[in-house]
C-alpha cells in the first residue's frame, strides 16, 4: 500500500515536500516513482528514484524538484521549489513489484496567488 501526503495549497515560487509511506513491502528494493495529472491532461511522469538511488527528472521540472528516499521510515519523497502554476495537479507515487504496478490515491497541490 502507497499513501501520499504533503500537497495543498502554494503561491508560485514556493515550496512544497510530497510524502509517500509505504507498507507491505521494503520500497528500499524498488525503484520509486512520482507521476502528476493536472485536469483534462494526461498522467505523467514528473521523477524517478532507482534501486542505486539514482535519478531521473521531467525536464519541466529537473532543477526545481528533488525525489529522494527514507529507507528507515520506508518514505519516498518529492521536493518541490520554485513551484509554477503549471505543476498543479493531482500527484502520484507509483512503485512497481515485479509485473504490477502499485498506485496511492494521490495528493493535490494547487499552485495560485
Known amino acids: 500500500q502507497l499513501v501520499e501526503s504533503g500537497g495543498g495549497l502554494v503561491q508560485p515560487g514556493g515550496s512544497l515536500r510530497l510524502s509517500c509511506a509505504a507498507s507491505?513491502?521494503?520500497?528500499?528494493?524498488?525503484?520509486g516513482d512520482w507521476y502528476r495529472q493536472a485536469p483534462g491532461k494526461e498522467r505523467e511522469a514528473v521523477a524517478t528514484?532507482?534501486?542505486?538511488?539514482?535519478?531521473w527528472y521531467a525536464g519541466t521540472v529537473k532543477g526545481r524538484f528533488t525525489v529522494s528516499r527514507d529507507n528507515a521510515k520506508n518514505e519516498l519523497y518529492l521536493q518541490m521549489n520554485s513551484l509554477k502554476l503549471e505543476d498543479a495537479g493531482a500527484y502520484f507515487c507509483?512503485?512497481?513489484?515485479?509485473?504490477?504496478?502499485?498506485w496511492g490515491q494521490g495528493t493535490q497541490v494547487t499552485v495560485s496567488s
Open positions: 507491505g513491502f521494503s520500497l528500499s528494493r524498488y525503484a
Open positions: 507509483k512503485v512497481r513489484l515485479g509485473v504490477r504496478d502499485y
Open positions: 528514484i532507482y534501486y542505486g538511488e539514482s535519478t
